[in-house]
């Protein structure tokens, strides 16, 4: 189930508590930790549900926001929260009355928590972060003593950082598009990274691997999308900019029967045509689509269209009533 809100069509006076029910009810309760004007309140929700899972994106005016222990015990939710900030922020975490830990989040940095420890976010700007809500019977047997002390920051520009940042954006890609059971499935995945940045137990170690096996996958796959349209994009380079080596780049691949050729090569292609079947296209003649996703040889491009498309490109744009180019 999908589910999305936004103040902007709601009267001022009524903003914050609608958007307040309506977190409360998908999600989980919030309790905002400053009272502006009504006027300039501006706040959001989309979430998803698939299966034992919740994705979500918060986005707020509030500068000050988060979870009071009245909000812990009206939920009584026993989950744990991975939450990506996009805006600077300082996160306090209370993980048991007295104690309160502080840390300094930015763009694109990961926390890890409980949603029973009460909680605030302080930034200049509103508040807003996407997150995942992780059942405790999920994640506490890959965790070393089965639950967490702590909250665990993991930073955007680390290695783990990454490899977690490209599996939870491959996740909210991903989960929309397939049915609860699948989606549940790709979330159950990202964990046993979620479990190696907190701590893993060995069934936890065992699950990492294959999660990092994906996540580095699909690493690799953003960065080949990212720099599609250089000639220069080769294996050694990919393997270069991802720490990795090229031999256990081309291992990556391996699974998914294709190699790493063959799928910059498809990528290309399906650019190329979205190219020549587009109306903004039409006055670039196909050498320039070609050459400017990446292509170094025309004829190679030709017989690579003619193979994957079982049509020449020309014959693209005559399917699209654009008439014959070259």
Not at 14 to 35: A, C, M, N, Q, Y
Not at 47 to 74: E, K, M, P, W
Not at 165 to 192: H, I, K, M, R, T
């Amino acid at each position: 189930m999908r589910v999305r809100f936004s103040t902007d069509d709601v009267r001022p006076r009524d903003r914050e508590e609608f958007w307040l029910d309506f977190v409360s009810k998908h999600v989980i309760s919030v309790t905002p930790g400053e009272r502006p004007d009504p006027a300039t309140i501006r706040a959001s929700l989309e979430a998803q549900t698939a299966g034992r899972f919740t994705l979500f994106d918060l986005r707020t005016s509030h500068r000050i926001n988060g979870r009071t222990a009245a909000d812990v015990s009206r939920d009584n939710l026993d989950k744990f929260n991975l939450r990506r900030v996009s805006r600077e922020q300082v996160y306090r975490v209370s993980p048991r009355p007295g104690r309160t830990e502080e840390i300094r989040l930015s763009p694109g940095d990961f926390c890890i928590t409980s949603v029973g420890w009460p909680n605030q976010s302080l930034t200049t700007d509103g508040v807003a972060f996407s997150a995942l809500l992780i059942p405790r019977e999920v994640l506490s047997p890959l965790l070393a003593g089965g639950r967490l002390t702590s909250p665990i920051p993991v930073r955007a520009g680390s290695p783990l950082g990454s490899l977690v940042g490209a599996a939870f954006d491959a996740a909210a890609a991903q989960v929309p598009l397939l049915s609860p059971e699948l989606g549940d499935a790709v979330l159950q995945n990202l964990c046993g990274l979620v479990a190696l940045a907190c701590g893993a137990s060995e069934e936890g170690r065992l699950s990492a691997q294959e999660s990092l096996r994906s996540a580095r996958l699909e690493a690799a796959k953003q960065y080949i999308n990212q720099h599609l349209a250089e000639p220069g994009l080769t294996p050694a380079s990919t393997a270069a900019a991802l720490g990795l080596s090229l031999r256990n780049l081309h291992l990556l691949f391996e699974p998914t029967g294709m190699t790493f050729a063959q799928y910059v090569m498809g990528r290309r292609l399906l650019q190329c045509r979205s190219a020549l079947a587009s109306p903004t296209g039409i006055n670039r003649s196909v050498a320039d689509i070609a050459f400017g996703w990446g292509f170094n040889s025309l004829a190679t491009f030709y017989r690579a269209f003619q193979h994957h498309f079982g049509m020449p490109p020309a014959a693209v744009r005559t399917l699209e009533g654009f008439g014959q180019a070259d």
